[in-house]
């Protein structure tokens, strides 16, 4: 009889601890996956005007993401191509055997092209009115600078996003603001119940503002200065190119020797 009671006492004391453990722990998880001012609560909350704020700003970050890596990949692209210049480009017997050693789709080849094409037809009345020089000239200026506005397309976008993005986000929060300043009206008081979710959600379109603007303002310097980097290559080249094509040898660079140019 003594067994069977101290067995008795012993399961219920395992049953009670074990209660005691998993009640805490149920309700922790019952509070973790109801959370009433979490993002998802403020979405359903605030209604169109939320939902359409948090879909406008996730648009201007995905876009702006897009952009970086694009931008990037290009500029990576052309930076590679630019230190391989030596190797496939100048060392080459000729301007012409030298770009079909490039990339049809580089840059550097269209620059050369566009060179080349241009000194090929600089003939008939051309003659009497601009020199080779100067049509050679104008033509690889604009070559360059179609490279170089190709180079800058959608950074506008970033630098619009990084500057509006945090006045959506203010959108949202004025919005947010209101709606908690109605629902002290209608309750009477400023109770923490009838103001922690407007509120709460006043405060996450803040922050989403925020994490749109900051990456985007960053990766627009961050491309701006690879961008300078990038065009001073391109106008080098373009230079060396030209002074090839009128003296029959690449421009010398100061405390660089210069290296082996391709016959015309």
Not at 42 to 71: C, D, H, N, R
Not at 119 to 146: F, Y
Not at 162 to 177: E, K
């Amino acid at each position: 009889m003594k067994n069977f009671v101290s067995r008795a006492g012993l399961a219920a004391s395992v049953a009670l601890g074990t209660l005691m453990v998993s009640v805490p722990a149920f309700a922790a998880e019952e509070i973790a996956t109801e959370n009433p001012y979490g993002l998802r609560a403020a979405l359903e909350q605030g209604g169109p005007i939320a939902q359409g704020t948090f879909a406008i700003l996730v648009l201007m970050s995905l876009t702006s993401w897009y952009v970086i890596f694009t931008k990037w990949w290009d500029q990576r692209k052309l930076l590679i191509e630019a230190k391989e210049l030596d190797k496939k480009f100048w060392s080459a017997p000729s301007l012409k055997d030298g770009a079909a050693k490039l990339d049809k789709n580089s840059a550097f080849r269209q620059i050369v092209d566009d060179g080349l094409r241009a000194a090929d037809h600089h003939e008939g009345r051309l003659t009497d009115s601009i020199d080779k020089n100067e049509w050679v000239t104008m033509s690889m200026a604009r070559s360059t600078h179609s490279i170089n506005a190709r180079l800058q397309s959608g950074l506008a976008w970033l630098a619009s996003v990084g500057s509006t993005s945090p006045f959506v986000g203010l959108f949202g929060t004025v919005v947010g603001i209101y709606r908690a300043l109605i629902n002290i009206g209608v309750a009477g008081q400023a109770s923490i119940d009838k103001v922690a979710g407007p509120v709460g959600e006043a405060l996450i379109m803040t922050a989403l503002g925020l994490a749109v603007a900051v990456p985007a303002v960053l990766g627009y310097n961050w491309l701006i200065r690879r961008n300078k980097d990038v065009q001073d290559r391109l106008n080098n080249f373009s230079a060396d190119v030209h002074g090839y094509m009128m003296s029959g040898a690449r421009v010398a660079r100061t405390g660089v020797a210069p290296a082996a140019a391709p016959k015309a």
